[in-house]
């Protein structure tokens, strides 16, 4: 069984993730895998009570590593655990390039959502210009052990490998491509997590279509996929679910 995300970002109303979801349930009722979706902060709860007991999990996008404070505009764990959030994305490449995010902070956003019970989804990836000058595997390996260094090496965590060239373009990496660097990021997790590395999950991002999802889940330590623009629309986001 793999896990499929579905990542809206700044999309939707609290009124469209409801019908959303509405459109979306009878698609699934068979579904053969883990179906998420990562919402906006203000369709947290509603899609939370929409989903409730019908096999979809609701998370959030981001968070704040602090638990409470002076910090204008940012929300904590805490407040995504009590309004229903099961886990969140963090280190998003979009949060790393357009706000600056360091490994540092994401690391300790890792570190709060362990601690409040959320589980934390670690975005990592390269750009194009990394991948070019031969850049990627140090690129992953950093990010990977600096995003997941306050994890303790039982926790329960999920790792999404987003080539940043991919997310957003149209481009893909094929499936072969897609698959070394997903082994590569098994070497790391293991090395770092030991035995436990073995077994958490890889998500592939960038551009997953429902005609390019089934050869993705076929590849060697693909387990599910982290979808964005494709997830906004009920009908494509189940037909990526439904991949086997």
């Given at each position: 069984?793999?896990?499929?995300?579905?990542?809206?970002?700044?999309?939707?109303?609290?009124?469209?993730?409801?019908?959303?979801?509405?459109?979306?349930?009878?698609?699934?009722?068979?579904?053969?895998?883990?179906?998420?979706?990562?919402?906006?902060?203000?369709?947290?709860?509603?899609?939370?009570?929409?989903?409730?007991?019908?096999?979809?999990?609701?998370?959030?996008?981001?968070?704040?590593?602090?638990?409470?404070?002076?910090?204008?505009?940012?929300?904590?764990?805490?407040?995504?655990?009590?309004?229903?959030?099961?886990?969140?994305?963090?280190?998003?490449?979009?949060?790393?390039?357009?706000?600056?995010?360091?490994?540092?902070?994401?690391?300790?956003?890792?570190?709060?959502?362990?601690?409040?019970?959320?589980?934390?989804?670690?975005?990592v990836g390269e750009t194009e210009e990394e991948r070019e000058g031969g850049e990627e595997k140090?690129?992953?390996?950093?990010?990977?052990?600096?995003?997941?260094?306050?994890?303790?090496?039982?926790?329960?965590?999920?790792?999404?490998?987003?080539?940043?060239?991919?997310?957003?373009?149209?481009?893909?990496?094929?499936?072969?491509?897609?698959?070394?660097?997903?082994?590569?990021?098994?070497?790391?997790?293991?090395?770092?997590?030991?035995?436990?590395?073995?077994?958490?999950?890889?998500?592939?991002?960038?551009?997953?279509?429902?005609?390019?999802?089934?050869?993705?889940?076929?590849?060697?330590?693909?387990?599910?996929?982290?979808?964005?623009?494709?997830?906004?629309?009920?009908?494509?986001?189940?037909?990526?679910?439904?991949?086997?």
């Amino acid at each position: 069984m793999s896990i499929i995300i579905g990542n809206w970002k700044m999309y939707k109303t609290r009124h469209q993730a409801v019908e959303f979801i509405k459109a979306l349930l009878p698609l699934i009722q068979n579904c053969p895998n883990e179906v998420w979706l990562s919402v906006p902060f203000t369709s947290l709860q509603v899609c939370v009570e929409e989903a409730k007991g019908k096999g979809v999990k609701i998370g959030a996008q981001n968070m704040n590593e602090a638990s409470e404070g002076a910090f204008t505009g940012e929300i904590a764990g805490q407040m995504l655990k009590e309004g229903g959030a099961e886990f969140v994305l963090l280190g998003h490449s979009e949060r790393r390039k357009i706000f600056h995010e360091t490994d540092e902070m994401i690391a300790a956003k890792v570190g709060k959502a362990l601690e409040v019970g959320i589980t934390p989804v670690l975005c990592v990836g390269e750009t194009e210009e990394e991948r070019e000058g031969g850049e990627e595997k140090e690129v992953l390996q950093r990010q990977i052990f600096q995003g997941f260094q306050k994890a303790p090496k039982d926790a329960y965590v999920i790792l999404a490998y987003e080539p940043v060239w991919a997310i957003g373009t149209g481009k893909m990496a094929t499936p072969k491509l897609a698959a070394e660097a997903h082994v590569f990021c098994r070497k790391i997790l293991t090395s770092h997590f030991g035995k436990n590395g073995k077994s958490i999950p890889i998500l592939y991002g960038g551009s997953v279509k429902p005609d390019t999802i089934q050869a993705l889940l076929k590849e060697n330590d693909i387990n599910g996929a982290l979808v964005g623009g494709a997830s906004l629309d009920p009908k494509s986001f189940a037909a990526i679910a439904n991949a086997r």
